[in-house]
């Protein structure tokens, strides 16, 4: 019987590669550029798997360049980049990576917090200048996270380990989430749930945790900033279009808000240029994820979901939504 093939639309670990070739024929685009569709489209016609990144969009079009598909594995935990409904509509099996990359982003959020309150983006920027300076009683002041609000928007697995790290710097954790979490955990992580009309006017810091969906774009919108209060930070390391990012550049011209940080974008890779210009943003390119051991665990997880689907068995982490 000939093996199955599998194509993987970008650069991956060799990690991920190396479980593949065990699992079939691997091609994979071996270049930091995104895949031209007219090369991806040829190697997806005798595909049985594909193995794709949060910046394939993995959609009607994909799926008829790829009519023996069989299963289609996100090295990401987010799909929003993926028509599932498609998907399930042709029989084609759709994995994610949940859980690998929880400790990283939730990191990566404290970072932002860090950043934002403590004007850390703008303190390098200072010395990088060459910019005189000296220490001084009143120089670059932030806010203090200890004893503050932190409002999670989402309470998944990376809304939670948030909640743990905020908690040891001192914070007291209030979420949002589409269901309550149950009594258990809410106590055992120590958080207290609110409407998000409530959580947005009584948090300090507000820090983006849901997946992108039809239902939360643009959640965070004007009248989100209206309620925030006028000294209060958001940071987001969801999806960018979770927020609405020319009502956010108004709101941090005009002060409505203190301050954000961003590890996403509404149309990324594309940054809005109000942004570029205000000092009271920290910007990122979305290194949610970005260590080497978790890119590592990522690429296993997602060539393990390929491994499993073309062996006839049940994958590791099928997304169902
Ligand atoms: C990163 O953004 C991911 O969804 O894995």
């Known amino acids: ?14 990690a991920g590669l190396e479980l593949l070739r065990d699992a079939g024929d691997v091609w994979a685009w071996d270049d930091d550029e995104p895949i ?7 190697q997806l016609a005798d595909a049985d798997a594909a193995v794709t990144l949060l910046t394939d969009r993995v959609d009607d079009a994909f799926l008829d360049a790829a009519p ?12 929003n980049n ?42 390098e920027r200072l010395v990088r200048s060459g910019e005189p300076w000296q220490w001084g009683m009143f120089m670059m002041l932030g806010r203090s ?4 609000r932190l409002g999670l928007v989402g309470m998944g697995a990376i809304g939670q380990a948030v909640a743990r790290r905020a908690s040891a710097f001192g914070m007291e954790v209030v979420y949002h ?4 979490v149950d009594a258990a955990l809410e106590r055992s992580l120590g958080v207290s749930y609110l409407p998000l009309e409530e959580l947005l006017a009584s948090s300090d810091v507000v820090s983006l945790h849901c997946p992108y969906t039809s239902e939360t774009h643009h959640l965070i919108d004007a009248t989100a900033f209206e309620r925030m209060a006028d000294d209060a930070v958001l940071v987001n390391t969801a999806r960018g279009p979770v927020v609405d990012e020319a009502a956010l550049v108004t709101a941090l011209q005009n002060g409505t808000i203190a301050a954000a940080g961003l590890d996403v974008y509404e149309d990324e890779p594309a940054v809005h240029p109000g942004l570029l210009e205000l000092d009271n943003v920290v910007l990122l390119p979305h290194l949610g994820s970005a260590t080497v051991e978790t890119r590592d665990a990522m690429a296993e997880l997602a060539a393990r979901n390929v491994a499993a689907v073309l062996a006839g068995r049940a994958p590791i982490s099928p997304v169902t939504g």
């Open 68 to 79: 023996s598909i069989r299963v289609v594995a996100n090295v990401a935990v987010g799909y």
């Open 36 to 42: 031209p569709a007219a090369v991806r489209d040829e």
């Open 177 to 180: 989430n589409r269901s309550r």
């Open 1 to 14: 019987m000939s093996r199955p093939r599998i194509v993987v639309t970008g650069r991956i670990p060799d």
């Open 145 to 148: 996270i200890n004893g503050r």
């Open 82 to 123: 993926i028509d599932v409904d498609a998907c399930r509509r042709r029989g084609v099996t759709v994995t994610n990576t949940p859980g690998v990359l929880t400790a990283a982003t939730a990191d990566l959020a404290i970072a932002l917090v860090l950043m934002a309150t403590r004007r850390l983006g703008e303190g």
